[in-house]
């Protein structure tokens, strides 16, 4: 946009200027090329202008300088530039307004540059700065055009004739421009806008992800790469401007609690849902959880607010028990930990906080009020949060339902779904940028294994008796955190002492020292001091003292030694397995921090307090919470529904009001209708019974009808709600009744579907819709890294499946990426689908096509068997020598065999230059061949460009010449040996003895037997290296090998014609080639 205004302005100012008093004869005329040439000159610098000054998000004066330069020397070259294009006048300029020229061009576009991007970074632009930085390089352009325009001098060259209405075709050409350019910087700032916005709205969201683990601790996700995942609410508003959403708020308490009774909620859904969708909505919606106005007209939350963040919760649970097509009985449990989203403002947002919180505190409104009329109106402009003392919290946060799967049929039904289980290093980043965490890719790693370990959790202390630490931390307004277990939330930090039970000498003792700190406890344990011990008192007292040293080290808190014993001992009076012959007794140390404290040791973390109390009574309190539960979403008690009456709108409602109005003054006197609830039993064949239950309190008839109202006059979501006959019995009286229900489950036979027929083979799945997302025009051609893009591969198959498309600026590529489907189709139908594609960079200008490795297959296959036992033999002597240099070993014995086989050479060390030299055309073709490093591989039509203006065919030139010269060489020196009269056997001899028969030139052979080294050396080193990690992972495989060889084998070296006779050499040879699979030629193909 900056090189077309520079080039508009040129024209536009060339355009007034009026030369021999306007005779069209003598006006200026402009060459097409330079013209065209002068524009793409001010762009392509301007580019690198601004890349140098926004590389980083760290402004440096040097940057903003050195850009300023940039842009400055744009501004004069375009204009000199376009003066050159001249055709019927030669310029001739005066240096002093060059010099001045270029002075108020760099000098104004440095000052430009400094207010847009230095004050940008410090606290954010804003409209009135930019334009004023708008009209500085506005300025900068002009002033230099005017005055490098008063210092040129136009002297005529020739006549010529210009056609009627150029000089108007010309300044129709500059508006167009203009105007294309202006409608492309409205459309940006829009879109710009837009996103922004979305991403604020998506940032303060609280969402719920389901994270599901098969048997094999891999995770579920969907076609996007992601977990499933849903929106609770678009923000979370608290009571008061401390009131944060996280552990420690009742809310979380209540949804911790209601993820394990999801039997007792799921007959309210549909009430929860009825109810929300009779809210007062910003706008319709069919999702009645999208626009609900939680804060109404006067600033205020909207009534029983509380209640609907919890029905949103319960309801968005539901949504992605729907998208997985199950119960929402088996979503599983919350996770007990909240990870908080990238923070980013919503003006809309901040507004409406603002107003409900003006209403709270005059502290709170006074601050708000500041904030909207000084730095407010900036801050919500510059799309930045406002920040205050007491931290109101703008960020979403996001919550994570897990469980794990065991059974297959489970696993098969998702992933017929559309699901895929993968390993979850893999969608890390992508779960990560895709929700918008606050964490690094690193700790959500971290947190994905805690959920898999929290889902097994048994929060259980085995019986004996145990130490703990109770340390209290007050961080200030009643947040009190308590010190536990990192893998264990539930539990304080314990060590356990060699003891069953305590008795009452033992209690004796230890409330004798309780009140005392940890030094002196443990200078009073080891000394008997002046009253002699029992051996029995002596021996717990060591107990006792290397209980708290060990508890020490497994908390490693600095301030343990602040710590005092209590006096109070906990006798649990049932065994972990709930038995009574077992009790589990727990003596401990209190410690009280009145600061904050952040860290802790890596085996323990802070938690609430309220939240650690809240899972102690978490079992014990089950019943308790389903009986409140019930009461709390009764619709005869929702006052948000009786509210909603009056802010609905529509004439349905209108006609329902003035009934409800009628019959209230009919009725003057009389006590208000009730509305009932009534419970239908679900029959056998799960359709609904006529009959029904009337909760309310058999009186006289009269009343009874009194309390009946009719269906027109009550205006709340249906008092129905409909309930297995297990779900019924959470609602008799609070009373929670339990039935062991033994259900025969007869398998169904699977039905034949032609829709599921699969192609190829039984086991070969069908390329549907994975295709991989690229972007316009381009696909995926910039998303293949240079180097190792056999990663980027594995990454795609982990996301769109073991087939998938690839889109490389036009041309298709499909990918397989699993050993079964590459022999269905290149194996058993290599006829059909077994070949290479040629690459016109690797294939054709860098090995010219003599490089059967990059060439597309013919049909004949030619079958190499290699001489391996002496470098097999001379390896293994190596290894036993100087076992600690395996690595040089094994890239020695690969190189050896292929030089033996290949050129006849023996290589003794790797220094030599001949090994330096191929490895380095291994790299090479390492990276020559990755789809999309170089645009001809793409576009095959830029092969046919010259070799002046293509630099990709100068680089392949010297590559080539590299590997052919090496090539050529290693050649030479077989030559120079079968002259001497050398016996030593190798391909390159064959070649050279039976040229006529091979029909191949002298070139043509060098690079075929080079290839042999660059498939087979640095791949057999890395695989050798891969199997030693494996043995040291898993030794107990190196030993049934080691029995199966000295069974089979005996004392000899083994053979090849022994690996029948090998199975499990076979299978370990195998999985580490799968687990560690090497291939530098590893493109497509």
Same mark, same amino acid.
């Not at 830029?942 to 002046?948: G, I, R």
């Given at each position: 946009m900056g090189g077309i205004a520079i080039w508009c302005m040129h024209f536009i100012g060339n355009i007034a200027l009026t030369l021999a008093e306007g005779e069209a004869e003598m006006q200026i005329v402009y060459s097409s090329g330079m013209t065209v040439i002068s524009f793409c000159m001010p762009v392509l610098v301007l580019l690198g202008a601004f890349y140098a000054i926004g590389i980083s998000n760290r402004i440096a004066w040097w940057r903003v300088i050195t850009a300023g330069i940039l842009c400055g020397c744009a501004i004069c070259g375009m204009h000199y530039l376009a003066n050159a294009s001249i055709k019927n006048y030669q310029c001739i300029y005066e240096p002093a307004?060059?010099?001045?020229?270029?002075?108020?061009?760099?000098? $104004?576009?440095?000052?430009?540059?400094a207010m847009f991007f230095i004050f940008q970074s410090l606290s954010a632009s804003s409209w009135w700065k930019r334009t004023i930085s708008a009209i500085i390089l506005a300025g900068a352009v002009s002033s230099m055009h005017w005055c490098a325009s008063v210092g040129t001098q136009y002297r005529l060259l020739h006549l010529k004739k210009l056609e009627r209405g150029s000089r108007t075709a010309t300044a129709i050409a500059v508006i167009c421009l203009s105007f294309s350019a202006c409608i492309i910087i409205a459309g940006s700032a829009i879109l710009r806008a837009r996103t922004l916005r979305d991403a604020a709205l998506r940032a303060q969201q609280i969402e719920l992800a389901a994270v599901v683990f098969n048997k094999d601790g891999c995770l579920l996700v969907d076609s996007n790469g992601v977990f499933p995942n849903t929106v609770v609410t678009d923000f979370f508003i608290g009571e008061n401007t401390d009131d944060k959403f996280n552990t420690a708020h009742p809310q979380f308490h209540w949804m911790f609690q209601a993820s394990r009774n999801w039997t007792g909620i799921s007959g309210l859904i549909n009430g929860m849902k009825q109810h929300l969708r009779q809210l007062p909505h910003k706008s319709q919606h069919k999702d009645p959880t999208k626009g609900i106005q939680l804060i109404n007209a006067d600033g205020e939350l909207i009534d029983g607010y509380s209640v609907i963040f919890r029905e949103l919760f319960c309801v968005a649970a539901s949504k992605l028990s729907d998208r997985l097509d199950e119960s929402i009985t088996t979503m599983g449990i919350l996770w007990d930990e909240i990870i908080p989203k990238r923070s980013v403002a919503n003006p809309a947002y901040l507004q409406a906080? &603002?107003?409900?919180?003006?209403?709270?505190?005059?502290?709170?409104?006074?601050?708000?009020?500041?904030?909207?009329?000084?730095?407010?109106?900036?801050?919500?402009?510059?799309?930045?949060?406002?920040?205050?003392?007491?931290?109101?919290?703008?960020?979403? !946060? +996001?919550?994570?339902?897990?469980?794990?799967?065991?059974?297959?049929?489970?696993v098969k039904r998702l992933e017929t779904a559309g699901y895929r289980f993968v390993d979850p290093v893999q969608?890390?980043?992508?779960?990560?940028?895709?929700?918008?965490?606050?964490?690094?890719?690193?700790?959500?790693? +971290?947190?994905?294994?805690?959920?898999?370990?929290?889902?097994?959790?048994?929060?259980?202390?085995?019986?004996?008796?145990?130490?703990?630490?109770?340390?209290? /931390?007050?961080?200030?307004?009643?947040?009190?955190?308590?010190?536990?277990?990192?893998?264990?939330?539930?539990?304080?930090?314990?060590?356990?002492? =060699?003891?069953?039970?305590?008795?009452?000498?033992?209690?004796?003792?230890?409330?004798?020292?309780?009140?005392?700190?940890?030094?002196?406890?443990? /200078?009073?344990?080891?000394?008997?001091? $002046?009253?002699?011990?029992?051996?029995? &008192?002596?021996?717990?007292?060591?107990?006792?003292?290397?209980?708290?040293?060990?508890?020490?080290?497994?908390?490693?808190?600095?301030?343990?030694?602040? $710590?005092?014993?209590?006096?109070?001992?906990?006798?649990?009076?049932?065994?972990?397995?709930?038995?009574? !012959?077992?009790e589990t007794v727990i003596m401990a140390l209190r410690l009280k921090i009145s600061h904050p404290v952040i860290s802790s040791g890596p085996n323990c973390q802070w938690a609430p307090l309220n939240f650690f109390g809240m899972r102690q009574v978490l079992e014990q309190s089950r019943q308790e919470f389903v009986r409140v539960l019930h009461q709390d979403f009764d619709p005869s008690t929702m006052p948000a529904s009786r509210a909603n009456n009056e802010l609905t709108s529509g004439p349905l409602s209108t006609l329902r009001r003035l009934k409800r109005s009628e019959g209230s003054i009919n009725s003057k006197g009389k006590k208000p209708r009730v509305p009932i609830m009534r419970l239908r039993a679900s029959s056998k064949d799960s359709t609904r019974s006529s009959s029904t239950i009337n909760l309310c309190p058999a009186e006289s008839s009269e009343a009874h009808n009194e309390r009946l109202p009719s269906t027109d006059t009550v205006d709340v979501y249906p008092p129905e709600r409909h309930y297995t006959s297990h779900q019924q019995s959470f609602l008799n009286g609070g009373i929670v009744v339990f039935q062991e229900v033994t259900v025969q489950v007869e398998q169904k036979k699977s039905e034949s579907r032609s829709d599921l027929e699969l192609s190829w083979s039984h086991d070969t799945p069908r390329l549907t819709n994975h295709d991989a997302q690229g972007k316009p025009l381009v696909g995926n051609l910039f998303e293949i890294p240079q180097y190792h893009s056999w990663l980027k591969f594995k990454e795609w198959a982990d996301t769109y499946g073991p087939i998938f498309r690839l889109n490389l600026a036009g041309r298709q590529h499909v990918v397989l990426s699993t050993e079964k489907i590459a022999n269905d189709l290149l194996r058993e139908r290599g006829s059909y689908y077994s070949s290479r594609e040629f690459l016109p960079m690797a294939s054709g200008i860098v090995s010219r096509e003599m490089k059967p490795l990059l060439l597309p297959y013919n049909g004949e296959a030619q079958q190499l068997t290699r001489r391996k036992d002496y470098?097999?033999?001379?390896?293994?002597?190596?290894?036993?020598?100087?076992?600690?240099?395996?690595?040089?070993?094994?890239?020695?014995?690969?190189?050896?065999?292929?030089?033996?086989?290949?050129?006849?050479?023996?290589?003794?060390?790797?220094?030599?230059?001949?090994?330096?030299?191929?490895? /380095?055309?291994?790299?090479?073709?390492?990276?020559?061949?990755?789809?999309?490093?170089?645009?001809?591989?793409?576009?095959?039509?830029?092969?046919?460009? =010259?070799?002046?203006?293509?630099?990709?065919?100068?680089e392949g030139r010297?590559?080539? &010449?590299? &590997?052919?010269?090496?090539?050529?060489?290693?050649?030479?020196?077989?030559?120079?040996?079968?002259?001497?009269?050398?016996?030593?056997?190798?391909?390159?001899?064959?070649? +050279?003895?039976?040229?006529?028969?091979?029909?191949?030139?002298?070139?043509?052979?060098?690079?075929?037997?080079?290839?042999?080294?660059?498939?087979?050396?640095?791949?057999?080193?890395?695989?050798?290296?891969?199997?030693?990690?494996?043995?040291?992972?898993? =030794?107990?495989?190196?030993?049934?090998?080691?029995?199966?060889?000295?069974?089979?084998?005996?004392?000899?070296?083994?053979?090849?014609?022994?690996?029948?006779?090998?199975?499990?050499?076979? !299978?370990?040879?195998?999985?580490?080639?799968?687990?560690r699979p090497v291939t530098a030629g590893g493109f497509p193909h």
């Open positions: 307004y060059i010099v001045g020229a270029a002075i108020i061009a760099v000098a $104004a576009s440095t000052v430009a540059l906080l &603002e107003k409900h919180r003006d209403n709270q505190t005059s502290d709170t409104s006074e601050i708000l009020r500041k904030g909207s009329t000084t730095t407010g109106e900036s801050h919500l402009e510059k799309g930045v949060g406002i920040e205050f003392e007491n931290e109101i919290d703008e960020r979403g !946060a +996001l919550m994570f339902l897990v469980r794990r799967l065991t059974s297959d049929d489970e969608v890390c980043n992508d779960a990560r940028n895709h929700l918008q965490m606050q964490i690094p890719s690193s700790e959500f790693e +971290l947190k994905l294994r805690d959920m898999k370990a929290f889902i097994s959790q048994q929060g259980r202390i085995k019986p004996g008796v145990h130490l703990g630490l109770f340390a209290l /931390q007050d961080r200030g307004l009643n947040t009190h955190h308590v010190l536990v277990q990192r893998d264990a939330r539930d539990l304080l930090p314990l060590v356990p002492l =060699p003891l069953s039970t305590m008795d009452e000498t033992q209690v004796r003792m230890v409330q004798g020292l309780s009140g005392f700190r940890v030094p002196e406890v443990i /200078q009073r344990l080891r000394t008997s001091g $002046a009253s002699s011990r029992s051996p029995d &008192e002596e021996l717990f007292a060591h107990y006792l003292s290397n209980a708290i040293h060990s508890l020490h080290e497994w908390v490693q808190e600095p301030l343990f030694h602040d $710590a005092v014993l209590s006096p109070t001992i906990l006798r649990l009076p049932y065994g972990i397995d709930g038995g009574d !012959a077992e470098e097999s033999k001379k390896l293994l002597v190596s290894l036993l020598e100087t076992p600690a240099c395996y690595v040089k070993w094994f890239e020695l014995h690969a190189s050896g065999v292929v030089f033996r086989i290949g050129f006849g050479k023996w290589i003794e060390t790797g220094d030599g230059p001949a090994v330096k030299r191929i490895i /380095q055309v291994v790299h090479n073709l390492e990276r020559v061949a990755s789809p999309g490093a170089y645009l001809v591989d793409s576009m095959p039509f830029l092969n046919s460009l =010259p070799e002046a203006v293509a630099p990709f065919k100068r010297r590559l080539h &010449e590299e &590997e052919l010269s090496l090539f050529r060489e290693l050649q030479y020196d077989v030559c120079r040996a079968l002259e001497k009269g050398s016996d030593a056997q190798c391909f390159t001899r064959t070649f +050279l003895e039976n040229k006529d028969g091979y029909q191949l030139l002298d070139d043509e052979g060098a690079y075929v037997i080079g290839t042999l080294f660059e498939a087979g050396s640095g791949t057999t080193a890395a695989a050798m290296m891969s199997y030693c990690l494996a043995m040291c992972h898993f =030794p107990k495989w190196q030993k049934k090998m080691q029995e199966e060889l000295d069974e089979q084998v005996g004392d000899r070296m083994p053979e090849f014609e022994d690996m029948t006779n090998l199975p499990t050499v076979r !299978a370990v040879i195998k999985e580490v080639l799968r687990w």
